[in-house]
């Protein structure tokens, strides 16, 4: 369990970038690297609440042991005062088999609270290594996210700028002024392809207005 964790951590460590070459996105990895880390503090947690159980159930069963023990002895005295040598050799046979089971009883819960300690020195190492992933975890997640955002702009200012968009602009402006052209031409073709009976009807029309002109200025005396 305890090694599962450390090994979740040295890949984030040292293979983080090996992933991210394989164009993987390192927010969702770093995301499941801390619910991986998550899973195996509960698994630790639940181990050392185990080991806690087994040491306070070995405690008791040595105070048990202990104190049967110790009343066998109180019962073997009460018997030698009372002139019962025989139920005074029972008591005391029973306290050296309770005895034997609390020297025993001591053995196991003081490697249990050995091991219990260790534990719970383990998993606060492990919450410590996990908080400096998370606020880790919280700048990296912070800087993909700039980097990505840098990228999406940088890319969009090169396509403005770029020879594609600049082409294109030209492409239209040539366009334009072809259509300039054209239209200039197909002006210069209508007035060269005015007819005579156009030309005479304009003069005609100028030589009315130039006779009305006349006449006015007669009536008005000006002339």
């Not at 005074?88 to 309770?98: G, N, P, Q, S, Y």
């Not at 005015?194 to 009536?219: G, H, I, M, P, Q």
């Amino acid at each position: 369990m305890f090694q599962f964790f450390k090994r979740v951590k040295t890949y984030v460590g040292s293979e983080l970038n090996a992933a991210l070459d394989k164009a993987e996105d390192p927010v969702k990895l770093l995301d499941q690297f801390m619910r991986e880390m998550e899973a195996d503090i509960r698994d630790a947690e639940t181990a050392v609440a185990k080991q806690i159980a087994n040491e306070k159930m070995l405690k008791k069963k040595f105070d048990d042991a202990n104190e049967m023990a110790e009343k066998r002895q109180q019962q073997a005295v009460q018997a030698i005062e009372a002139g019962n040598e025989d139920l005074a050799r029972r008591a005391l046979e029973d306290k050296k088999i309770h005895a034997d089971q609390a020297e025993s009883m001591r053995t196991a819960y003081e490697q249990a609270a050995q091991d219990a300690k260790a534990l719970r020195e383990k998993l606060d190492e492990m919450k410590q290594e996990y908080q400096q992933m998370k606020v880790k975890k919280d700048s990296l997640k912070a800087r993909a996210e700039s980097a990505k955002t840098r990228t999406k702009m940088n890319r969009a200012m090169s396509s403005i700028g770029g020879d594609e968009s600049r082409k294109g602009f030209e492409r239209m402006e040539e366009k334009v002024m072809q259509f300039e052209a054209e239209a200039e031409t197909s002006e210069d073709l209508r007035s060269s392809s005015r007819s005579l009976d156009d030309e005479l009807n304009a003069l005609k029309s100028t030589s009315a207005v130039d006779d009305e002109l006349a006449a006015l200025k007669k009536k008005l005396g000006k002339e």
